[in-house]
Nanobody, 124 residues
Framework: EVQLVESGGGLVQAGGSLRLSCAAS????????IGWFRQAPGKEREGVSC????????YYADSVKGRFTISSDNAKNTVYLQMNNLKPEDTAVYYC?????????????????WGQGTQVTVSS
C-alpha cells in the first residue's frame, strides 16, 4: 500500500521557520519525484517544490525560491521541506505527492500519490 505521511506543520510567526517531512512507503522511492504542494482557503492547489529521488535535481516556485529548501534522505524514504523567512501568504495546507519518473516539475495532474496534508499557519 502506497503511503505518504506529512508532518511538521504548525503555527509560526512571520519570519520564522518550519521543517516539513514526508515519509514515503509502498513504492520504489528512487524511481519517483517527490513534490510539495500547498492549498490556501479559496485558492487552487499550487506546486511549491519537488526533488528527483534518483539524481537530486530540484525545482522551486518563484514564490518560495531562496526561502525554502527541499532535500531527500533516500535511506529513510523521506523528503524534507525547510521553510525559512515564512510569510503570512505561505499559510496553507501543505501536501506531499509522488510522481513516477525524474522530471522535476510540479504539474498537479502528473502526481499519482498524495498525502493527507499538514497545516502551516503564519501569523503576522
Amino acid at each position: 500500500e502506497v503511503q505518504l505521511v506529512e508532518s511538521g506543520g504548525g503555527l509560526v510567526q512571520a519570519g520564522g521557520s518550519l521543517r516539513l517531512s514526508c515519509a514515503a512507503s509502498g513504492f520504489t522511492f528512487d524511481d519517483y519525484t517527490i513534490g510539495w504542494f500547498r492549498q490556501a482557503p479559496g485558492k487552487e492547489r499550487e506546486g511549491v517544490s519537488c526533488i528527483s529521488s534518483s539524481d537530486g535535481r530540484t525545482y522551486y516556485a518563484d514564490s518560495v525560491k531562496g526561502r525554502f529548501t527541499i532535500s531527500s534522505d533516500n535511506a529513510k524514504n523521506t523528503v524534507y521541506l525547510q521553510m525559512n523567512n515564512l510569510k503570512p501568504e505561505d499559510t496553507a495546507v501543505y501536501y506531499c505527492a509522488a510522481r513516477l519518473g525524474i522530471a522535476v516539475q510540479v504539474l498537479t495532474y502528473e502526481y499519482s500519490y498524495w498525502g493527507q496534508g499538514t497545516q502551516v499557519t503564519v501569523s503576522s
